[in-house]
């Protein structure tokens, strides 16, 4: 990765869309920050704090074994800056991966038997849920898709978590472009690789 795209991570992981009490740095929070960038940066650092703002309801919601979705549209209420269009946008990834975390925990103990949702860190497991949802339900391509989730876990798990969750996500696309659940690559809107 280049240095570009590395203060492009940073800035949507310390200056945008964060939740209260959340630990933003107060010189990357700084709005010309993101006025300096071209429109595809600036749009790149808005899919990755989505990605990352999304990750973080759905581990609150395990984290508390929350079944009441109107918790996702409270905490999305407290992010200063998230317009409505990028709200829905996380509404719908974080509550779609809750919905599914059943169907996703089943391919994980299908595809990773030695290790049962119930036995991986609660962070591992929610960026996994996450990851699974955007694969099935063909939201991002699939290398975006594992390369992001792999980031989030550099960033927020242990330092043998992001191999586990690159191999398991790997074997997931596949298993699911097997089986016909999701498009291809090709088919996919919205994300591209920087």
């Known amino acids: 990765m280049n240095d570009k795209f590395d203060q492009l991570r940073q800035l949507a992981y310390s200056g945008v869309y964060m939740l209260p009490g959340a630990g933003e740095n107060p010189d990357l929070a700084d709005p010309a920050a993101l006025e300096s960038l071209t429109p595809a940066q600036r749009d790149k650092v808005h899919q990755i704090a989505l990605r990352r703002l999304a990750f973080q309801i759905l581990f609150e919601m395990?984290?508390?074994?929350?079944?009441?979705?109107?918790?996702?549209?409270?905490?999305?209420?407290?992010?200063e800056g998230l317009g409505p269009v990028a709200a829905s946008h996380v509404a719908d990834r974080v509550?779609?991966?809750?919905?599914?975390?059943?169907?996703?925990?089943?391919?994980?103990?299908?595809?990773?038997?030695?290790?049962?949702?119930?036995?991986?860190?609660?962070?591992?497991?929610?960026?996994?849920?996450?990851?699974?949802?955007?694969l099935s339900a063909g939201?991002?391509?699939?290398?975006?898709?594992i390369s992001e989730a792999v980031e989030l876990t550099k960033h927020f798990s242990t330092e043998r978590s992001p191999a586990f969750v690159n191999a398991l996500l790997d074997r997931v696309s596949k298993d699911l472009q097997t089986l016909g659940d999701s498009p291809s690559p090709g088919?996919?809107?919205g994300e591209s690789q920087a």
Not at 62 to 79: G, K, M, P, Q
Not at 139 to 145: D, E, F, G, Q
């Open 62 to 79: 395990d984290a508390r074994s929350l079944i009441d979705e109107r918790f996702v549209h409270e905490c999305i209420a407290t992010v």
């Open 95 to 134: 509550l779609g991966a809750w919905r599914a975390r059943g169907q996703a925990d089943a391919a994980f103990a299908r595809l990773a038997p030695e290790w049962p949702t119930h036995r991986l860190a609660s962070v591992d497991r929610a960026i996994l849920r996450l990851a699974h949802h955007e």
């Open 139 to 145: 939201l991002s391509p699939p290398a975006v898709c």
């Open 187 to 189: 088919e996919t809107a």
